[in-house]
């Protein structure tokens, strides 16, 4: 493999890539990554939206995505940013140095501050005057709905509904788009998509953003924004909405408030990064929001995603090993496992340069399933959480029809998702059945399960004890 061609692509994530209690261990032990990232955000986002980021995120129970959406949406979209700031700089303090930067959406204003196009304080200002204006423009209560279908697809769909404000937002894979537009059409868009037989997943995005809507906010945008001092860019910044390298010559004021209006092709962007070279594709954010899109669009691909587990220190050690050789110096990239988080929306990008040197990448060995072994219940068992919570996911997605992804370890089954708990009541029985676990517990309350991370919690329990007591469940 060309060593000169192999590219690592740093991936920041927009809208979706929050998880609670990211990096609150590091924040408690006052690791200056973190710490000192997220007092940056604090002081800018006081004084400019009067919010205060850490002491929402870093409480002894932080608020679930749903929650911080529906009671703080500006404090969710500061959050995405400091966690991705913050992941950036401890990679790169262990030596990681990522050949090139993609941002998917508000992902971009993070792309770029770490690329140093702007330092952290001008670059949190911009996310700051970008929430203030949209929330000013939108008022029309627009909002973000995923589909399980292709980019072709989707637009007929729209083309069917005939709106002029309901527009294609994203094309993330072959087969996820995103639609954007005001609620009357979403709504609209969503009861025919099922009638097709479409999945459908409404987004926690709290505006419609990639829209004609809001034309009026970009026009502001790009004028609050225009002072802020811009630098040169210390590692090359690729944008999917652009479909282009940024240039030390754009005026960013106004490729940013563009953002607001134009759609993202974040499919073709990571085949055109690979085609100039790219193979290995690293998480800077919570989750793998975008890693997972690389995997779909890439097969094969490997990708690096250290916020994705329970394990913070942990997973970033991976992340770490996986980038470097022990002497420091760039080494082959293995894929982390990691249990996937909801895909968030992306359009077409251009040719591309060939920038920095690289990584060369080899290929991990494949996990093998998790199976209960019969006839060893009384001696406990190592379990793969993370490994147990794909097959979870699988057993979930496929009984329900959803994306894998809306599976998070936080996402609400009934409440988000409408497993009520005759649904769960079948789905537990079935986990029973496929890791050879029986029947769960007499006197088990469905509703103790509430979450998606709780269920396999309790699957796990039953895989290292060696089986679930016989019994009913209770709802």
């Not at 998070?408 to 409408?418: K, Q, R, S, Y």
Request: net charge negative; charged share 20%.
């Amino acid at each position: 493999m060309n060593r000169n061609l192999d590219l690592t692509v740093a991936l920041f994530p927009g809208q979706g890539a929050y998880r609670a209690g990211a990096l609150a261990g590091l924040w408690e032990r006052g690791v200056s990554a973190v710490r000192d990232t997220f007092e940056v955000v604090d002081e800018v986002a006081k004084e400019r939206l009067g919010k205060e980021v850490s002491s929402v995120l870093f409480q002894p129970s932080p608020p679930s995505p749903a929650v911080l959406l529906q009671q703080s949406p500006d404090t969710l979209q500061l959050a995405i940013f400091a966690t991705s700031v913050a992941t950036h700089r401890l990679l790169t303090g262990n030596g990681v140095r990522p050949s090139l930067h993609m941002g998917h959406s508000l992902g971009e204003v993070a792309a770029l501050a770490c690329a140093g196009a702007y330092d952290l304080a001008d670059a949190t200002a911009v996310l700051c005057e970008r929430i203030s204006v949209v929330r000013a423009h939108d008022r029309r209560g627009g909002s973000m709905l995923a589909l399980r279908c292709g980019l072709e697809r989707a637009e007929r769909l729209v083309a069917l509904i005939d709106h002029a404000n309901l527009v294609v937002a994203v094309d993330n894979a072959v087969d996820q788009t995103v639609l954007s537009g005001p609620a009357d059409a979403i709504h609209t868009a969503e009861a025919i998509a099922r009638h097709l037989g479409i999945t459908t997943v409404p987004l926690r995005s709290p505006h419609p953003f990639h829209n004609p809507l809001l034309a009026g906010a970009r026009r502001e945008l790009a004028s609050r924004i225009a002072s802020f001092e811009r630098h040169e860019l210390t590692v090359p910044v690729y944008s999917p909405i652009l479909g282009r390298f940024y240039r030390d010559g754009d005026d960013l004021a106004e490729l940013l408030a563009l953002h607001l209006v134009s759609p993202i092709a974040f499919r073709t962007s990571l085949t055109s990064l690979h085609a100039a070279g790219a193979r290995a594709f690293v998480e800077m954010g919570a989750g793998r929001v975008l890693t997972s899109l690389a995997e779909a669009a890439l097969p094969g691909a490997h990708t690096v995603a250290p916020l994705a587990g329970h394990d913070d220190e942990a997973g970033l050690a991976a992340a770490a090993k996986a980038l470097l050789d022990p002497l420091g110096a760039p080494a082959a990239v293995r894929s982390v496992a990691a249990p996937a988080v909801v895909r968030e929306p992306v359009p077409a990008p251009a040719v591309v340069r060939e920038p920095g040197p690289v990584s060369a990448v080899v290929r991990e060995p494949v996990a093998q399933p998790v199976q209960a072994a019969p006839g060893t219940a009384s001696e406990p068992v190592d379990v793969d959480r993370d490994q147990l919570a794909g097959q979870v996911r699988t057993l979930y997605a496929e009984a329900m029809e959803y994306p894998h992804e809306v599976f998070t370890d936080d996402v609400l089954l009934e409440a988000d998702l409408g497993v009520d708990s005759v649904k769960q009541t079948e789905l537990l029985s079935r986990l029973g059945d496929r890791f050879g676990l029986g029947a769960p517990p007499s006197g088990l309350r469905v509703a103790d399960y509430d979450t998606f991370g709780k269920v396999v919690d309790f699957v796990a329990a039953g895989v290292a004890g060696g089986g679930f007591a016989e019994g009913e469940v209770t709802r």
